[in-house]
Structure formats: C-alpha cells, structure tokens
T-cell receptor
Framework: SQTIHQWPATLVQPVGSPLSLECTVEGTSNPNLYWYRQAAGRGLQLLFY??????ISSEVPQNLSASRPQDRQFILSSKKLLLSDSGFYLC?????????????FGPGTRLTVL | GDSVTQMEGPVTLSEEAFLTINCTYT??????LFWYVQYPGEGLQLLLK?????DKGSNKGFEATYRKETTSFHLEKGSVQVSDSAVYFCALSPSQEGAQKLVFGQGTRLTINP
C-alpha cells in the first residue's frame, strides 16, 4: 500500500531563517506531487505541483520554492522566512496521468515563524 | 475560474442529530467532486467522492450526491457521533488533462456535543 511521510511535524523558526520541508511517498512510482498551505482558520491553497522529476509548477508567486530531486521526494524551501509564511503545510500525491485522480494527503507540518 | 463555496461554520449539533453541509461549485465541463475530512492536528483524509452526474459517494454513514442541475454536492449523515467532530472540505478536480489540481472550499468546522 502507499504511504506518504512529511517531516518535521512541527517547526518554529525566526524571521529571515531558511526553510526545508520534506515529503516522501512510498509504494508507488512517478506520482504527481503537490504542496498546499493552510493558514489558520482558512482553506487550502495550492502552492506547487510536480508531474515528474525536476518538473515544478508554481501556482502562487511568493517567498517559497519547491524541488523534486527524486521520483518520490518533494521538498519545499525558502531562503528567508517571513511572518506570513506561518501555517500548516500539506503534501499530497496522486496517480500520474489523466483522469479524475484522487489526492492523498500527508500528516502535515505546522510552521510557526516568529 | 473554478470555485467551490461551502456552508459557513462553525456548525454545532447534538449527538444523533441529522447533518447537512452545503457545497456548491462553479466549473466548466464535468469535474469530479470530493469531500475531505480533517481531524484536529492531522492532514486531510478522503471521505467520499463522485465522478459524474447523479453519482452518490458514501462512506462511514456519510453521503453526497453529484447534482449537475444545481451544481451541488451536499454532505449528509443521518445520525452524527462525537467522533465526527472535524473540519470538512468540499473540493473539485477540473475535467482536463494533466496534474489534477484540487480546488477547495473554505472548510466547515463541525462540533458534535454528547
């Protein structure tokens, strides 16, 4: 069966510090991968998605970047965090290809920028 | 663009009450529709889905019917339990090729009192 992991689970970082969040998927190959952010009391905003290694699409211009160095690894990064980067970050995967594919979510990383 | 509008929360009910959470959508073509549930401090879990008009998704006593004529996908449960307390998200997946980018509603917080 497929599983998706995210770490760390929680993170407290000062403004201006760098960020690296990691997501890995097991039990499937060549998945579509996604990063979402959920601000406090709000819905989910798609940040990035990837259909293959090295292929990243950005949905919202911002202080963050994403990379996919391996087939089942997706990394969210920032060089200098802002207060507004605080939130709950969720990684998700879906089966690659066309059609109405369900997305499966990881447990999330709660980031607090102080 | 595509969008999802959910009933505003929070919603508070007593155990064994009937639940309805309204969801309407705007989309071109024939999107797939989803309900996800988020328990406190966790990621999102798929609750149910429907991929074409008049389909009914069901799981754990929850049901939702894809109504194209009213562009709706309302979530219902006949008798709620305390363990159903969570945030519920309605979402759609646009009906086009490529990575399936889910569009989410704002979420509805549900609290069930014993």
């Amino acid at each position: 069966s497929q599983t998706i992991h995210q770490w760390p689970a929680t993170l407290v970082q000062p403004v201006g510090s760098p960020l690296s969040l990691e997501c890995t998927v097991e039990g499937t190959s060549n998945p579509n991968l996604y990063w979402y952010r959920q601000a406090a009391g709000r819905g989910l905003q798609l940040l990035f998605y990837s259909v293959g290694i090295g292929q990243i699409s950005s949905e919202v211009p911002q202080n963050l970047s994403a990379s996919r160095p391996q087939d089942r690894q997706f990394i969210l990064s920032s060089k200098k965090l802002l207060l507004s980067d605080s939130g709950f970050y969720l990684c998700a995967w879906s089966v690659h290809g066309t059609g109405t594919d369900t997305q499966y979510f990881g447990p999330g990383t709660r980031l607090t920028v102080l | 663009g595509d969008s999802v509008t959910q009933m505003e929360g929070p919603v508070t009910l007593s155990e064994e009450a009937f639940l309805t959470i309204n969801c309407t959508y705007t989309a071109t073509g024939y999107p797939s529709l989803f309900w996800y549930v988020q328990y406190p401090g966790e990621g999102l879990q798929l609750l149910l889905k429907a991929t074409k008009a008049d389909d009914k998704g069901s799981n754990k006593g929850f049901e939702a019917t894809y109504r194209k004529e009213t562009t709706s996908f309302h979530l219902e449960k006949g008798s709620v339990q305390v363990s159903d307390s969570a945030v519920y998200f309605c979402a759609l997946s646009p009906s086009q090729e490529g990575a399936q980018k889910l569009v989410f509603g704002q979420g509805t917080r549900l609290t069930i009192n014993p």
